[in-house]
Structure formats: structure tokens, C-alpha cells
């Protein structure tokens, strides 16, 4: 069956612009993570959705990111003001409650 | 706050040998994954070991949880190249957050 799968695979942008970065988890998987993962590093948690919302959002590191899962399937990570510390994998899981299946991730390069 | 603690880090060793992956842990959680990382790939899982004593073995590859020690190995049986990988161990926190180690970067020269 389909695994996840994240859109866009690579995206450039110029720092200070905004944007979405969208993950397709796999269809029933009520539990929807996301994790960035920069250079040599194991991923970081950013945020975690039971069905529509956000039950763990810790991770995030300032209000410039932000997460929605509005009808409890797909999710999208919203970066503003993007800044060149934003670089990295971004990295999306889901699960039904324990192992986490992960996407190809999206490779942000702010410049 | 939990926190995962591999080594090494890294590790450079001939096809045929035998060599175990540590993975410490700092508190107290009855949850443990390993996955493998390919160069510019995602995610894979390996093994998922849920209670103490689990151990759980796939071809060459052999992992084993001791929640008391709070330790997870994972053991490398006469390695092939096809497992030169980056091997990282995630414990179950909260509500399933995972928390990372730095990950094993392992490659196996022929």
C-alpha cells in the first residue's frame, strides 16, 4: 500500500519568505508527527496530531512555525519569515499508536 | 527530560566481523525503535522492542532491550556492505514522542 509521502521533495527560498510544506500520511494512521533533521543529526520533534489536533506541539521552536491538520488526514507545516537556521530535512511520521512510519521528507534550503 | 545517548558514532569495519551499537538511555521508558538511514534517504524502521528482555532479530542484524539498565544493543552478525547505514535508536517519551539518538554512522568495507 502507499507509505507517506511529502511534497514539495526539495525547496529553495529566499529568507524572509513564507512556506507550506505538506505530508500525506498513511490513509487510516490517526497519528501524524513531524520532525526536522539538519545535517549528521537524528530527527527533532517538532509536533504531533491525534486526528485534527495538535496534541503536542513542544517541539516547535518559536510562533514563525505552525502546523494544521484540519480534516485529521493530511497535515501541512507552516514556516514565516523564514530564516537560514531553517534549513533542513523536514521529516513527516504517522502511526496508529506506537511504530512510526516515516515520508522521503522535504530538503529546505533557505538562502 | 529524557535524553539517548549512542556509540560510537561512527564506525568503520571489515565484512565478516561482529560488532554491537549501544544505545543509553536517561529515564524510564519501556518503548525502544531502531531504524536505519541511507545517505539522502528517509526513515527505516528495524525493530520495535516494547517490554524488558524483548529481543528481536532480522538476518544479520539483532536487537535486544534491558529496561533496567536502561540500555539497547544492537548486534551486527559477520556484516555485510549492504548494512553500511546510519542506525539510530528512539525511545518512546510522552505520548509517543520519540526522542533521537545521534545515530551510528556504520560503514562496512568489503
Known amino acids: 500500500g502507499a507509505g507517506v509521502s511529502q511534497t514539495p521533495s526539495n525547496k529553495v527560498t529566499e529568507k524572509g519568505k513564507y512556506v507550506e510544506l505538506r505530508c500525506d500520511p498513511i490513509s487510516g494512521h490517526t497519528a501524524l508527527y513531524w520532525y526536522r533533521q539538519s545535517l549528521g543529526q537524528g530527527p527533532e520533534f517538532l509536533i504531533y496530531?491525534?486526528?485534527?489536533?495538535?496534541?503536542?506541539d513542544s517541539g516547535l521552536p518559536n510562533d514563525r512555525f505552525f502546523a494544521v491538520r484540519p480534516e485529521g488526514s493530511v497535515s501541512t507545516l507552516k514556516i514565516q519569515r523564514t530564516e537560514r537556521g531553517d534549513s533542513a530535512v523536514y521529516l513527516c511520521?504517522?502511526?496508529?499508536?506506537?511504530?512510526?512510519?516515516f515520508g522521503p521528507g522535504t530538503r529546505l534550503t533557505v538562502t | 527530560e529524557l535524553k539517548v545517548e549512542q556509540n560510537p558514532l561512527f564506525l568503520s569495519m571489515q565484512e565478516g566481523k561482529n560488532y554491537t551499537i549501544y544505545c543509553n538511555y536517561s529515564t524510564t521508558s519501556d518503548r525502544l525503535y531502531w531504524y536505519r538511514q541511507d545517505p539522502g534517504k528517509s526513515l527505516e524502521s528495524l525493530f520495535v522492542?516494547?517490554?524488558n528482555g524483548a529481543v528481536k532479530q532480522e538476518g544479520r542484524l539483532m536487537a535486544s532491550l534491558d529496561t533496567k539498565a536502561r540500555l539497547s544493543t544492537l548486534h551486527i552478525t559477520a556484516a555485510v556492505h549492504d548494512l553500511s547505514a546510519t542506525y539510530f535508536c528512539?525511545?518512546?517519551?510522552?505520548?509517543?514522542?520519540?526522542?533521537w539518538g545521534a545515530g551510528t554512522k556504520l560503514i562496512i568495507k568489503p
Open positions: 511520521a504517522s502511526s496508529l499508536g506506537g511504530e512510526q512510519y
Open positions: 528512539a525511545v518512546d517519551a510522552l505520548n509517543y514522542q520519540l526522542i
Open positions: 496530531f491525534q486526528g485534527t489536533g495538535a496534541a503536542d
Open positions: 522492542l516494547l517490554s
